[in-house]
């Protein structure tokens, strides 16, 4: 069964560096989420993505956080400089065609554990 | 703005016994909604879905769901819980407007099953 991937599962960087969290979301998927889940907190979603650019983002992903689809197959979330506060699980989620009078499912990958120093 | 409740931060049920998690949500047309289960460092994992119709909704390992729009509610159920079904549950939903429709989760419900 096709599913979605992340890498690295785990991720451990100092404050103010930069990170790239990357997913290869289901082949023929077209739409793209991340979501974020700080420990003991709730999941939230952080952005969506659709036909190469963002079509929603939250409060939340401000100007340190970016979003690609460099090759076609990748999905990518960059934090440009990390805080303390990034500390948490991120999950990518990818969705297929909109399907007239269905509810198409959005797919979870394992996470990336990110642990800012 | 969308919102999802769960009640109950953490339920413990013995191995055979009944299982029903609460989910309350607030949105103002007719929802998606969701269970989805986290097992302990996997992802998420969906069990069942409503979208339109019939308002009992079968998922997944012998989980199942109830829409009812008077109580906004969708609490899941099993009618014997397995020790395989210790995990965190999540109730979410999605915003209909549209097809790129974002999910809004509970804080979720942690589940442990006793022998």
């Known amino acids: 069964e096709p599913e979605v991937t992340q890498t690295p599962s785990h991720q451990v960087t100092q404050m103010g560096q930069e990170v790239i969290l990357r997913c290869v979301p289901i082949s023929n998927h077209l739409y793209f989420y991340w979501y974020r889940q700080i420990l003991g907190q709730k999941v939230e979603f952080l952005v969506s993505?659709?036909?190469?650019?963002?079509?929603?983002k939250s409060e939340i992903f401000d100007d340190q956080f970016s979003v690609e689809r460099p090759d076609g197959s990748n999905f990518t979330l960059k934090i440009r400089s990390t805080k303390l506060e990034d500390s948490a699980m991120y999950f990518c989620a990818s969705k297929e065609a909109w399907l007239q009078g269905a509810l198409e499912t959005q797919y979870f990958g394992p996470g990336t554990r990110l642990l800012v120093l | 703005a969308q919102s999802v409740t769960q009640p109950d931060i953490h339920i413990t049920v013995s191995e055979g016994a009944s299982l029903e998690l609460r989910c309350n949500y607030s949105y103002g047309a007719t929802p998606y909604l969701f269970w989805y289960v986290q097992s302990p460092g996997q992802g998420l994992q969906l069990l069942l879905k409503y979208f339109s119709g019939d308002t009992l909704v079968q998922g997944i390992k012998g989980f199942e769901a109830e829409f009812k729009r008077s109580q906004s509610s969708f609490n899941l159920g099993k009618p014997s819980v397995h020790w395989s079904d210790a995990a965190e549950y999540f109730c979410?939903?999605?915003?209909?407007?549209?097809?790129?429709?974002?999910?809004?989760f509970g804080k979720g419900t942690l589940l442990t099953v006793n022998p």
């Open positions: 993505f659709y036909n190469n650019e963002i079509s929603e």
């Open positions: 979410a939903v999605g915003n209909s407007g549209g097809s790129n429709y974002k999910l809004t």
